[in-house]
């Protein structure tokens, strides 16, 4: 037990050093007072309908995490299951790894309802796969617009051979869910669809008028590497600015927490 505790905690001081190294390698190329000079020509309005879409996808997160939850007859009102989710956003960006949320979703079902603490975990489990399959295969989809006619049928093979891999891994390890991963998965892109169009919006609120796409996939890739970071901390810092040659908006939306997995 003391092994996997301390395997933990180096895991956790792990991912903190990465973040605090990416992020001291990117402020100290940051002008901050072009950042400064940047917020005050902020089109308001395309923040606001960023938040907006953001919320709103989260909501349907919610829904989605409901479908495993009442495939293990477990049954919570809309209004319990959106504070929980939220709650548990709250947790996963202060505990590292990105899975504290859950954890403490674990903890509180199963000491508040008696619930199964392996049924639980194993649709929470789920719930993050259906949205990382939705991130793999929107990756895929814009990368048809980004690279040569040529790789087309790879990108093909990868998404179809990808997507049913997923889907008969789920048949055989979760049995109990296979029935509700076609409309959890359609749920997780609806998902990604709105948290992309959010982030468009924020770049369009300071004043980023192209290259949408490739923007767009640098997004969804952070939200994968995140993993190996604080929270997802440093990661889109550092993947944007690469990207952007020292451009400062990154900065701009990093307090909406657009990191997924969700």
Not at 53 to 73: H, P, V
Not at 132 to 155: M, R
Request: aromatic letters at 20%; proline letters at 1%; charged letters at 15%.
């Amino acid at each position: 037990m003391e092994k996997v505790n301390l395997k933990k905690l180096l895991i956790n001081f792990a991912k903190i050093f990465i973040s605090i190294a990416l992020l001291y390698f990117v402020f100290q190329k940051i002008p901050f007072r072009e950042v400064t000079v940047l917020w005050a020509k902020t089109n308001v309005f395309y923040l606001v309908m960023a938040a907006i879409l953001f919320l709103a996808s989260q909501i349907i997160s919610t829904k989605r995490l409901e479908l495993y939850f009442k495939a293990n007859d477990f049954h919570l009102s809309f209004r319990s299951n959106v504070e929980l989710y939220f709650l548990g956003m709250f947790y996963n960006f202060f505990i590292p790894g990105g899975i504290g949320g859950d954890a403490y979703k674990v903890y509180l079902l199963n000491k508040n309802f008696g619930w199964s603490a392996k049924k639980i975990t194993s649709s929470l489990f789920n719930d993050r796969l259906s949205g990382l399959l939705a991130i793999c295969v929107l990756i895929l989809v814009f990368s048809f617009n980004l690279l040569e006619a040529k790789f087309f049928p790879i990108l093909f093979v990868l998404l179809v051979v990808g997507f049913f891999f997923t889907y008969f891994l789920t048949k055989k390890l979760f049995s109990t869910y296979t029935k509700v991963f076609f409309k959890a998965f359609s749920y997780s892109f609806l998902v990604q669809i709105l948290q992309v169009i959010s982030f468009i919006f924020l770049l369009k609120s300071l004043d980023v008028t192209d290259n949408f796409t490739i923007y767009a996939v640098v997004f969804l890739a952070s939200s994968v590497l995140s993993l190996i970071s604080f929270a997802g901390i440093g990661v889109r810092e550092m993947l944007f600015y690469k990207r952007l040659n020292g451009s400062v908006f990154s900065q701009k939306f990093r307090f909406l927490r657009l990191y997924f997995l969700q």
